[in-house]
């Protein structure tokens, strides 16, 4: 089977290729905007689902939790948190992150939202808090899942560059 492609103008091919660069730039800001947001989705489905190996809140927090009528859940005491986790460009490096990026004060500690998130990733042993990693698996998993779509996602790029490529 042979393809062949009609160019009908030297000028036409030569918008194509100055443009190219343009359009992958669109396409790419695109789709990792799209991957962020499922890592988004990834790291709140884990806070609802309490599915990830968290080692288990202290007697005396989940009683003092259960005192306050707060949620007993891992990190949803008041879902302050949870609600400010969110994805933002970082237009420095041209790449989308997800986190906690609010310096606004979480409420019932004080800590900047930024700070709480580092202290329930990696745990804090001067105060006794164990880590109870979030990102670091839902980025795995996101991976996993980035890799067992290639495909598609290829297929998505070529259908999003011939779309943009205007004649």
Known sequence: M?????VRGL?????VVEN??????????????????????????????QDLPWAPLSKEYLATKVNQRLSENT????????????IRK??????????AFSDVPHKASGLSMHRLGMILEYGCEEVGIPARPLFRPSAVELQRKIRGEQGQI??????????????
């Not at 000028?11 to 918008?15: D, P, S, V």
């Not at 970082?90 to 986190?99: E, P």
């Open 75 to 86: 990190y949803e005491a008041t879902g302050e948190f949870a609600k400010n986790i969110q």
């Open 20 to 49: 190219s660069p343009k359009i992958l730039v669109k396409v790419k800001d695109r789709l990792s905007k799209r991957l962020a947001e499922e890592g988004l989705k990834i790291i709140r489905r884990h806070i609802i689902n």
């Open 90 to 99: 970082d237009s420095s490096r041209d790449v989308w992150r997800i986190g």
């Open 154 to 167: 290829k297929n998505e790029i070529l259908k999003e560059v011939m779309q943009s490529i205007q004649y």
């Open 2 to 6: 042979q393809i062949t492609l009609t």
């Open 11 to 15: 000028k036409q091919a030569r918008e």
